[in-house]
């Protein structure tokens, strides 16, 4: 069973910074992608980032220049460093892995919380 395991999460103030781990039970590069989704109150999940095994980032538009994916193989870990954080990005941060698209695992999710 594959199991990942959030951590990072809190309570920040607007323009401030958080990094956000993932850390998977196996060997990310068993899995065609790694990558954070992330759930506000009252709206549906939505993917924030993801880095496929090739190294390919891709992020939402909502978020790009602000968050960066990175990734530790030997830790089967994947980081997302979230900078200028803004008040629309406060929900739960969920990591997901898959293979191709009919695989899929989630973590348990970590909140984030920005507000003054």
């Known amino acids: 069973q594959v199991q990942l395991t959030e951590s990072g999460g809190g309570l920040v103030e607007p323009g401030g910074s958080l990094r956000l781990s993932c850390t998977v039970s196996?060997?990310?590069?068993?899995?065609?992608?790694v990558g954070w989704f992330r759930q506000a109150p009252g709206s549906a999940r939505e993917l924030v980032a993801e880095?496929?095994?090739?190294?390919?980032?891709d992020y939402a538009d909502s978020v790009k220049g602000r968050f960066s994916l990175s990734r530790d193989g030997p830790q089967n870990t994947v980081y997302l460093q979230m900078n200028n954080l803004k008040p629309e990005d406060t929900g739960v941060y969920y990591c997901r892995s898959r293979i191709l698209s009919s695989r899929v695992y989630w973590g348990q999710g970590t909140q984030v919380t920005v507000s003054s």
């Open positions: 880095i496929n095994v090739g190294g390919r980032k």
């Open positions: 196996e060997n990310i590069f068993n899995f065609n992608a």
